[in-house]
């Protein structure tokens, strides 16, 4: 329920977030809609594995050319190699800074959100909630011009304090690598 919450509080402030940043942006950017998907690897330890894969949805509004607010829906399940089965699913605001460059658009992320956990059977603590944050970079390329697929490779560290002991629940940060497509709406 309180996922459920939170999606609605965070898509409201998206479509009547105001505009001010977007009133000196060109209009080629200006209130731009997007939605994407991207598919990828969790790194949970030092030792740089593709401990698991991961999953994200999003749809995004820019303001001007430099700046974007995404909602991300996003996955993972952590295998370790050995079918362990712990599942993660989140739901997050990012803000993107965006350095547009003629061949690409480079991004730095930074995010909050909340994390659920479900872990696999003989694991004493088998669910639970808690606060994570995302601090990532990326970029955007032009698949179909002008502008109408873009593909997005996304490089991120996602920061939750679930610490229950079992492995990827270390209060530690988990590395995810991921590639996708976004689709600007309007176009």
Known sequence: MT???AALAIVLWLVGAPAGAQAQAGARFAEQWSVGARGGVVVTDQQFNADGKAWALTIARSFGPQYAVELELSGDELDFGIDYGLK???????????????LWDPYFLIGVGLIEFDAPPGNAVREGRDFMFNLGIGGQWELVAPERVMLRADLRLR???NDTGQPGQNGFGDGILSLGLTVPLGR
């Open 159 to 161: 920061y939750d304090r």
């Open 88 to 102: 993660h699913r989140a739901i997050g605001v990012n803000h993107l800074t965006i350095n547009r460059e003629p």
């Open 3 to 5: 996922v459920r919450f």
